[in-house]
């Protein structure tokens, strides 16, 4: 079965780290791109980061660029989300989802698996 | 990377038809022929409906279907069912080979 699992959330002070993992199951993690998804309560998805199939080709919104790095250990079959300065703003569901068809950065074809989430909450 | 905008909602009874508009920009909806729609219940993972465009993934009812004219993509859902009800969000690449979803539209079965 494909499957992919987040973990790593969790209640963290304002300023504060966090790694967040996604393990995945039942395909060939290293030929496909991978993709963070937030989503803030009551709000409706955000794009986060995304990544290429061997980590060379990473890109973030805006609002994490410089904050957070995507990374993946293709032996591992692992994605992770390594989350530092966070924000009261960043607290959310994230997502990690897998891309239908491996051509990004260059091509966009939709993520066709997606994870149960992880719930980050900044706060003091 | 403004998100793409989409009705807050829309509504329609069993065995009706919706659509969905998500406008953008030419810088992305309108630059590229990367649109994908999701379906998202509350709780559960979001479920790719379409992708470029107009292609649906193996398994999604033909009752799903999408277009796009300039900058505003349409998504319709055909012969509305209960299980329908549900949020939708477009998403496409952009210029910068970044992504951006759209605003959500919550779709009520009445």
């Known amino acids: 079965e494909v499957q992919l699992l987040e973990s790593g959330g969790g209640l963290v002070q304002p300023g504060g780290s966090l790694r967040l993992s996604c393990a995945a199951s039942g395909f060939s993690f290293n030929t496909y791109a991978m993709t963070w998804v937030l989503q803030a309560p009551g709000k409706g998805l955000e794009w986060v980061s995304s990544?290429?199939?061997?980590?060379?080709?990473?890109y973030y919104a805006d609002s994490v660029k410089g904050r957070f790095t995507i990374s993946r250990d293709n032996s591992k079959n692992t994605l992770y989300l390594q989350m530092n300065s966070l924000r009261a703003e960043d607290t959310a569901l994230y997502y990690c989802?897998?891309?239908?068809?491996?051509?990004?950065?260059?091509?966009?074809?939709?993520?066709?698996?997606w994870g149960q989430g992880t719930t980050v909450t900044v706060s003091s | 990377q403004s998100a793409l905008t989409q009705p807050a909602s829309l509504s329609g009874s069993p065995g009706q038809s919706i659509t969905i508009s998500c406008t953008g920009t030419?810088?992305?909806?309108?630059?590229?022929?990367?649109v994908s729609w999701y379906q998202h219940h509350p709780g559960k993972a979001p479920k790719l409906m379409i992708y470029d465009v107009s292609n649906r993934p193996s398994g999604v009812s033909n009752r799903f279907s999408g277009s796009k004219s300039g900058n505003t993509a349409s998504l319709t859902i055909s012969g509305l069912q209960a299980e329908d009800e549900a949020d939708y969000y477009c998403s496409s690449y952009t210029a910068s080979n970044t992504l951006v979803f759209g605003t959500g539209t919550r779709v009520t079965v009445l």
């Open positions: 989802a897998k891309h239908h068809v491996s051509s990004w950065p260059h091509q966009y074809h939709g993520m066709d698996v």
């Open positions: 030419s810088s992305d909806v309108g630059a590229y022929n990367y």
């Open positions: 990544i290429n199939v061997n980590g060379g080709a990473t």
